[in-house]
């Protein structure tokens, strides 16, 4: 993992400005005046804006799954009501365009030491954009001059992210390349080995989505995980995070206008009684590296508890500071301005390996991954052995290999994928069957939850002719029952 912060809002100031054609959402290019981006720059905003896209994502998702909730009433992405999410959806089709041109300059220079990185984040930006939206178009999408393009049907796109991170595997083990990632490399700092165990981090995450189909393979699953991280060293994450507000991790950067009273990062119901001990009788020690109780001496029941707030309900008659859980400036998630922001963790793959060996039948490596699992997530966030010790010498917890269940499998991982899109999926795969989950207060989906974000009204707009005919309770294929 490479820090070169300076370097990053160095290039990050010359080649967005420069950001030139942005596939069939902004075609504008003037042949008589070329722009050529050098590749090192579309290297670097590539992976800045694979981490922005993560955040942009999960700054929405978090609400579907309850991490957060908003301190305003019937707040519409609280409630699940139709919001045009257009600067998303443009956000991951200029990435994905980037990366398009990225690959595309990668091979005319024979570089495949570039092309390795970028299809890999090709397709986690393309697994991000078939996840909020379901069936996208992405075949068509990059034509330029085209501005009414053919959506593929979701399935046939889950294809296209394993044929490219077959083809980032096979980039990245090519013996010559002309020129090869560096300082431009803001995850890896240009270490292919790293670049492999993410493939086939990401190998292992795509195909356990597919939990509720028939071609579900926990053995396939199981080899990517054994040829991906072995440690939390190996996590990939976006550390290329400046002083700059621009380029600040954005969650910090949540939590700090929250307490300048630009409110946002508040904490759900739902969330906090998980961690407080409410739901199952033992306080997660996590709970204290995300927020802090309640500190407000005008509210003295209050004292030195943590309470979440209700999904759509907003916080009611309390206080804008110092009674409701919020994510807390200096806390892991938001220490600083610089703070790494996660996509893809080691603990995530412990928990995916638990699963998979559990639906094998192996159970005795379901408990061990399920273990290692927790305790990795929680050394990560900076509890103390001592802590992740007594948290797990709890029944609850240490459940035994021949009770372990899928509950407690998911039960972890909802909080190991804190504020991570990858958690609206398991939701999603897992039918939001989460201990005391119910739908938000003023619920716009009649008490149903959510399956699929609505389409941009730049879309219905515009593509109108292409646009599936479908509801936010429609589901993405591997959805489906």
């Known amino acids: 993992m490479i820090r070169n912060t300076k370097l990053l809002f160095t290039f990050l100031i010359i080649f967005i400005t420069l950001n030139a054609c942005k596939g069939f959402l902004d075609i504008n290019e003037d042949p008589n005046n070329p722009t050529e981006v050098p590749i090192d720059g579309l290297m670097i905003n590539s992976a800045f804006e694979t981490a922005q896209n993560t955040f942009r994502v999960s700054s929405v998702s978090s609400y579907f799954v309850q991490h957060l909730a908003s301190p305003n009433a019937s707040n519409s992405t609280d409630i699940h009501a139709?919001?045009?999410?257009?600067?998303?959806?443009?956000?991951?089709?200029?990435?994905?365009?980037?990366?398009?041109?990225?690959?595309?300059k990668a091979t005319e220079k024979n570089a495949p030491h570039y092309a390795g990185p970028a299809k890999i984040m090709m397709a986690y930006n393309l697994s991000l954009l078939v996840n909020v939206f379901g069936d996208v178009p992405y075949t068509q999408a990059f034509t330029a001059g085209l501005l009414q393009p053919e959506y593929d049907l979701s399935e046939d796109l889950y294809d296209e992210i394993l044929s490219l991170i077959t083809e980032a595997l096979a980039a990245l083990s090519a013996e010559n390349s002309s020129m090869a990632p560096l300082n431009d490399d803001f995850f890896f700092g240009g270490n292919r080995d790293a670049w492999k165990m993410t493939a086939y981090a990401l190998k292992a995450r795509i195909l356990n989505h597919l939990s509720k189909k028939s071609v579900y393979d926990p053995e396939a699953i199981l080899s990517a995980v054994d040829l991906a991280f072995q440690s939390n060293a190996d996590d990939f994450e976006m550390a290329c995070f400046s002083?700059?507000?621009?380029?600040?991790?954005?969650?910090?950067?949540?939590?700090?206008?929250?307490?300048?009273?630009?409110?946002?990062?508040?904490?759900?119901?739902?969330?906090?009684d998980q961690l407080n001990g409410t739901y199952f009788g033992v306080e997660d020690p996590r709970i204290s590296?995300?927020?802090?109780?309640?500190?407000?001496?005008?509210?003295?029941?209050?004292?030195?508890?943590?309470?979440?707030?209700?999904?759509?309900?907003?916080?009611?008659?309390?206080?804008?500071?110092?009674?409701?859980?919020?994510?807390?400036?200096?806390?892991?998630?938001?220490?600083?301005?610089?703070?790494?922001?996660?996509?893809?963790?080691?603990?995530?793959?412990k928990f995916i390996e638990a699963e998979a060996a559990l639906v094998s039948g192996d159970r005795a490596r379901a408990y061990a991954a399920y273990e290692s699992g927790i305790r990795a997530q929680m050394a990560k966030i900076g509890v103390t052995q001592e802590e992740i010790q007594a948290y797990w010498e709890n029944a609850v917890v240490s459940v035994g290999a021949d009770d372990l269940r899928i509950n407690e499998i998911m039960?972890?991982?909802?909080?190991?994928?804190?504020?991570?899109?990858?958690?609206?999926?398991?939701?999603?795969?897992?039918?939001?069957?989460?201990?005391?989950?119910?739908?938000?207060?003023?619920?716009?989906?009649?008490?149903?939850?959510?399956?699929?974000?609505?389409y941009p009204d730049s879309e219905l707009q515009r593509n109108q002719y292409n646009v599936p005919d479908r509801t936010m309770l429609d589901r993405v294929f591997w959805d489906e029952e």
């Open 289 to 349: 590296r995300i927020t802090d109780p309640a500190t407000n001496e005008n509210f003295p029941e209050f004292m030195g508890q943590y309470i979440g707030t209700r999904n759509g309900a907003g916080r009611e008659s309390a206080p804008e500071q110092g009674v409701r859980a919020v994510l807390k400036l200096g806390s892991w998630y938001a220490a600083n301005p610089t703070q790494v922001l996660e996509i893809i963790t080691f603990s995530e793959l």
């Open 411 to 454: 039960k972890e991982k909802y909080i190991a994928t804190f504020l991570n899109p990858e958690s609206w999926n398991d939701a999603r795969r897992f039918n939001y069957n989460y201990h005391g989950f119910q739908a938000p207060q003023n619920s716009a989906l009649g008490g149903e939850m959510i399956r699929l974000a609505r």
């Open 82 to 104: 139709a919001v045009s999410y257009n600067a998303l959806w443009s956000a991951l089709y200029y990435n994905l365009n980037d990366l398009k041109i990225l690959t595309a």
């Open 243 to 272: 002083s700059p507000a621009e380029a600040q991790n954005p969650w910090y950067r949540t939590a700090l206008l929250n307490q300048g009273l630009n409110l946002g990062g508040w904490l759900s119901k739902q969330t906090m």
